[in-house]
């Protein structure tokens, strides 16, 4: 496939996910939680989990901000459903590798996540990509007793 098609493809994708974005929702239930933002642009993400022992039941999304933003928090959600923390935690960790080394990922179920790579090449995009997954990792470390670290 030509490079031509294949950031028309991946366009495609992140625009589909930021016009109809998956698991876009406020989950009343939720006992894992957290906000975050982005202060230069104003992008702002609120993530709501449900664990049940060491295993993401449900994952909602709510917030604002630029296509990037919201399409890779639509993207980290459908990752994230029902997968272990630690598998949660592994894919934050695949995520950012992609993101400050523009390679694409080996990790499982990162199919159209790998839609954003591009952003990569746009260090100033990086952190509007990044702020779903940031966010899923303070909420993860927060209340789920996880020890995490974060640059």
């Known amino acids: 496939m030509s490079n031509d098609l294949l950031d028309d493809l991946y366009r495609e994708l992140i625009l589909d996910h930021y016009k109809q974005p998956r698991n876009n929702v406020t989950l009343p239930a939720a006992n894992c939680a957290a906000d975050g933002s982005n202060p230069l642009c104003g992008d702002q993400i609120q993530i ?3 664990l049940t022992g060491e295993k993401v ?24 459903q029902g997968q272990s923390v630690i598998d949660a935690l592994d894919g934050i960790a695949a995520f950012q ?20 790579i ?11 990509a990044s702020l779903g997954w940031k966010t899923l990792e303070q909420a993860l470390s927060t209340n789920n007793g996880v020890e995490v670290t974060t640059e």
């Open 118 to 128: 591009g952003v990569s090449k746009f260090p100033a995009r990086v952190k509007c």
């Open 57 to 80: 039941e449900q994952i909602g999304f709510t917030g604002s901000g630029c296509a990037i933003s919201q399409a890779s928090a639509s993207m980290m959600t459908e990752f994230v």
């Open 48 to 50: 709501t989990l449900t």
């Open 97 to 116: 590798t992609m993101m400050t080394t523009s390679a694409p990922t080996n990790a499982v179920g990162f199919d159209d996540i790998d839609a954003l």
